[in-house]
């Protein structure tokens, strides 16, 4: 496993469907190592707080391989990494394979995966095609969060697991679960079982869990 580029932004207007967005999405690669702090990466700037960073979104993973699917798909030609808005593009680490809670260590820093991204209309606006999101959704090459359990330096180069949290659901499962098993009560509680699973997600399953109770 390794990571192929880290990828930062500080925010950006742009003019979209008539309206001015502010956006930390257009992330660019930076060279040598860079500090890993609690919520975010030396350099990168949030500005959706409640879609993006905090302690359970502070780094965001993007799969390279996913990047030919993309490029095929889009037909939009190659695609620099950090396209897709990630902080670290990846290799070796895909949804299918990579589970809630489970632990990385990357230079000095060591990382734990809280849960799958959920594509959004700025994602659309930087590619510039509102395909990508139904494309995404639809084949749960997503990407994933992580929170930080140690701060340290980064840099481009091997990743270990540290810990691999097994029993728990993989990103890939989750992702099914927050968009399509909705109602799938014995996977909304096995979830929850699973105290790394961003607080964003226990919320919302636990909500409905409530619902399908009453």
Do not use: W
């Not at 990494?81 to 070796?92: A, P, R, V």
């Not at 679960?177 to 919302?204: C, H, M, T, W, Y």
């Amino acid at each position: 496993m390794r990571l192929l580029s880290i990828n930062v932004s500080e925010p950006k207007t742009v003019s979209y469907k008539g309206k001015n967005v502010i956006t930390g999405i257009y992330k660019k690669p930076l060279q040598g190592p860079v500090s890993l702090r609690e919520t975010s990466i030396d350099g990168d700037k949030q500005v959706d707080l409640i879609n993006h960073g905090g302690l359970d979104k502070a780094v965001y993973a993007f799969p390279s391989e996913h990047y030919a699917f993309y490029n095929e798909h889009l037909r939009q030609g190659s695609h620099e990494y950090g396209e897709f808005g990630e902080n670290l593009t990846t290799e070796g680490l895909v949804e299918s394979g990579v589970h809630i809670g489970d632990q990385f260590q990357i230079g000095t820093s060591i990382i734990e995966v809280s849960q799958p991204r959920a594509p959004c209309f700025k994602l659309a606006m930087k590619t510039g095609t509102p395909k990508v999101v139904r494309l995404m959704l639809d084949s749960g090459k997503t990407g994933f969060y992580f929170r930080v359990i140690r701060m340290g330096l980064i840099e481009a180069g091997e990743v270990k697991c540290v810990f691999k949290n097994e029993a728990a659901q993989s990103v890939e499962e989750i992702h099914n679960l927050v968009f399509f098993e909705i109602i799938n009560v014995r996977e909304l509680k096995r979830a929850l079982l699973n105290p790394a699973l961003g607080q964003s997600l226990q919320d919302e399953f636990s909500k409905r869990l409530e619902n399908l109770n009453d």
